[in-house]
């Protein structure tokens, strides 16, 4: 055997110590040449465009492709207005929208290309902060100044809500809920609430004790998760209204919170440059990470199809990541010694896991995919797994279960 194609694993320590630093950088790239800070971040409903938006002067909107962080939008806002605050792409892949600080929604037509500016909202507030549209992709919602929550009928941007909101304070954060029955609103009044479409409030969401910088529902519609500057996430259920849990997130502040698709984890930027990632089911810390050297993660999104998170900073980059190896990683780890060879491999894997039982082999893509696997194995030690077609080149998980529950998942390479 050529030892120098053997991977070789021993003494892990620990679950949480593995998972912890389950991630990969895939890309990061300007949203702004002059390095100004990103404000906003989305994924296109397919996961294939990430939308960023920047302070100013003058402020910048671009769309980056996934898979490389290519611009494929590049568009310069007039130095008439301020920054964007937050942007939004609807369901049906037609529009995009952003908060203009000033108190402004900007509504493009994404069907043109490039995008088309159709039309430039005057709120009649001095600041707007946030923007969502809804699932059905036949209203987008604003939060502004002045307490207020607006929403706005689509393609023609006609009035439709008006809801003081939040008495005088600013309305940072909105969302709509999936099931598109609810909106949710977060404020400086350190209070989130939550409304029916047609503009009634249903709870008042009392607890934080600081700005609120991000509202999330879960895709169940059955909880609400709120982050504030007061360094805590909260879970709220929609029913009631009532607290379920408090997650201590960081010392520092939370800039920005998102919720993966299938529900199980919220991920969360920090003040103090971190991006932490937690279990909805146990509320445990599954994987935090530094985004240094780019500075604060200001907002952060994940992924509508993928494993992926992005994030945009205060040095004017977004940040694409990869961590299929967090929510793909369950179970008790096995820490004995483990052979893996070849690496980086090509159509076929050679394992040896000499001190438990085999029961499945897994292979994950980077986006978090199973594409291959092999099992129940019925407790051998000694194995191949074959892949069977063409994989691209890149970092792949594999995800050794023993018969006894124990679990090893770590990276490996295609060439």
């Not at 946030?130 to 939060?143: L, T």
């Not at 100044?145 to 941007?157: A, F, I, V």
Request: aromatic share 8%; hydrophobic share 40%; charged share 15%.
């Amino acid at each position: 055997m050529n030892k120098n194609l053997v991977f070789f694993l021993t003494g892990i320590l620990s679950f949480s110590l593995q998972v912890l630093n389950a991630q990969t950088l895939l890309w990061a790239k300007e949203a702004h040449p002059d390095g100004l800070q990103v404000n906003g971040v989305a994924f296109s409903p397919d996961g294939s465009l990430v939308l960023a938006g920047t302070n100013c002067h003058p402020a910048k909107i671009r769309l980056f492709q996934t898979s490389d962080g290519s611009v494929t939008w590049d568009y310069t806002v007039s130095l008439s207005l301020e920054c964007m605050m937050g942007v939004g792409m609807s369901a049906n892949n037609k529009y995009i929208a952003t908060a203009e600080e000033t108190g402004n929604l900007m509504l493009f037509d994404y069907t043109q290309s490039p995008p088309v500016l159709v039309n430039t909202i005057d709120l009649g507030t001095s600041y707007a902060f946030a923007v969502d549209f809804a699932p059905n992709s036949g209203k987008v919602a604003i939060g502004a100044s002045s307490g207020k929550l607006k929403t706005y009928h689509l393609p023609g941007g006609a009035a439709d809500l008006n809801v003081a909101a939040h008495g005088s304070s600013w309305v940072t954060t909105v969302r709509y809920s999936p099931d598109n029955t609810r909106i949710a609103t977060g404020s400086s009044d350190n209070k989130v609430k939550i409304w029916d479409t047609t503009g009634i409030l249903l709870h008042t969401l009392a607890g934080h004790t600081d700005d609120i910088t991000g509202v999330k529902f879960t895709p169940d519609n059955q909880r609400l998760v709120s982050a504030s500057d007061d360094n805590t996430i909260r879970i709220w259920s929609v029913a009631t209204g009532a607290i379920e849990h408090t997650i201590d997130g960081s010392v520092t502040g939370l800039n920005s919170v998102d919720i993966s698709p299938d529900g199980q984890f919220v991920v969360s930027a920090t003040g103090d440059d971190m991006i932490k990632i937690w279990r909805l089911s146990d509320y445990s810390l599954v994987s935090e990470f530094s985004i240094d050297p780019y500075g604060t993660g200001v907002c952060v999104f994940w992924s509508p199809t993928a494993s992926q998170i992005a994030c945009g900073t205060s040095s004017g980059k977004v940040l694409l990541y990869d961590i299929g190896s967090v929510v793909t990683s369950t179970g008790r780890v096995y820490d004995g010694p483990v052979e893996i060879y070849p690496n980086p491999f090509s159509d076929v894997l050679f394992i040896n896991f000499p001190q438990a039982d085999l029961k499945t082999i897994e292979l994950f893509d980077p986006a978090g995919r199973l594409v291959s696997t092999a099992g129940p194995l019925q407790g051998l030690q000694q194995t191949t797994l074959s892949i069977g077609h063409i994989l691209p080149a890149g970092n792949y998980l594999l995800r050794l279960t023993a018969v006894d529950g124990r679990v090893l998942a770590t990276t490996i390479s295609k060439k």
